[in-house]
């Protein structure tokens, strides 16, 4: 009896694992299509510089657009296009699209404006990638200064020695660094000393818990103190309340993204966004006076 529960059970947890599998192949055959199909789509969020009050740049933000599921959030997809490798040329799509609504920017009036993209591990790691960054830079005509790259604690610490040569080729096209998610990962401090990163972003999970927890919040208050004795810049996402704005102005934080401020933004409402509100000078109507 027990030996044939036993069996049945083993066969129930094998028929699970392949309809897993048969799941996974099937996604990744739809990503595949995707990039062919023109289905991913860039958005952009706001980020806000608490120093000027005025508007620091943008997070370009990946979705699926999907058929028949309608917009797809890059967590239910980020992972698969990582394990089939289908994240470089994905990847390469998204710096592509980043020079040219870095483009679109220029052209509303938004002069300079900074776009931060995510990359992933083993893009990151790619032999060839600050080549044809360079190339789309040039092809494009923009410059390195005009981009964040923005790496996980865990990409960081994976390889080090050829994640700190390629930091290095970026670094000199112009490309600023920023660690993402900062206190979730592997954190080793030894990096922020050894690479040459600018910014720090603090993870939403911290922010969103710092009304209610002290531990988050002393995480925070003493992020902020760290990163800037070592002379880089703080931004901290997930600001959706007054509060969270407040506290953070009052601990001097740099920079924040939230969706207190703004949504990632479609390009159409992007468009508006920048001709209704930046450009008039409404925005950021919701910049509490700082008190210093
Ligand atoms: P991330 O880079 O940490 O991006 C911040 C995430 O927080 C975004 O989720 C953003 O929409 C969300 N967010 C912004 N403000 C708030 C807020 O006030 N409250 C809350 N609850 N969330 C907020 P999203 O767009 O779903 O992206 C999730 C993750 O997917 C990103 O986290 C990033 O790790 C990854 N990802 C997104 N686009 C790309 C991409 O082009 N390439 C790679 N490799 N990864 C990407
Ligand atoms: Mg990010
Ligand atoms: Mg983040
Ligand atoms: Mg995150």
């Known amino acids: 009896q027990a030996k044939n529960n036993g069996r049945n059970c083993y066969y129930a947890f094998n028929e699970q694992m392949s309809s897993d599998l048969a799941t996974r192949l099937q996604l990744e055959a739809e990503l ?15 980020q806000v510089d608490l120093r000027s009050g005025h508007l620091a740049g943008f ?17 239910e997809f980020i992972s698969v296009l990582e394990q089939a490798q289908l994240i470089v040329d994905v990847g390469y799509w998204v710096f592509e ?14 002069n300079n404006t900074v776009i931060a993209l995510n990359l992933a591990a083993d893009q990151f790691l790619q032999p060839e990638l600050p080549q044809r960054f360079q190339q789309l830079l040039q092809q494009y005509q923009l ?8 790496l996980t604690e865990s990409t960081l610490v994976s390889h080090v020695g050829q994640t700190l040569d390629v930091m290095h080729q970026l670094k000199a096209l112009g490309f600023a660094f920023a660690i993402d998610d900062f ?7 030894n990096y922020l000393k050894r690479m040459p990163v600018d910014t720090i972003k603090i993870d939403k999970t911290f922010v969103l818990g710092m009304l209610d927890n002290s531990s988050d919040y002393q995480i925070i208050v003493s992020t902020i103190a760290m990163v800037h004795k070592l ?17 953070l102005q009052q601990h001097h934080c740099d920079m924040v993204q939230g969706y207190y ?7 159409a409402q992007l468009i508006e966004f920048v001709r209704d509100e930046v450009l008039q000078q409404n925005w950021p109507a919701r910049l509490l006076s700082c008190s210093n």
């Open 32 to 46: 595949r299509r995707a990039l062919e199909l023109q289905q991913f789509r860039l958005f952009l969020q706001p």
């Open 59 to 75: 997070e370009a933000l990946l979705r699926w657009q999907h058929p028949e599921r309608g917009l797809v959030p890059p967590d």
């Open 97 to 110: 699209r980043c020079c040219q609504l870095s483009i679109e920017l220029n052209t509303l009036g938004l």
């Open 143 to 150: 410059r390195g200064e005009q981009f964040e790259l923005e």
């Open 183 to 189: 206190g979730t990962g592997y954190s080793s401090l």
């Open 231 to 247: 002379g880089l810049q703080v931004v901290a996402e997930g600001v959706e309340a007054q509060q969270h704005l407040q506290m």
């Open 261 to 267: 401020f703004s949504r990632p933004l479609a390009p």
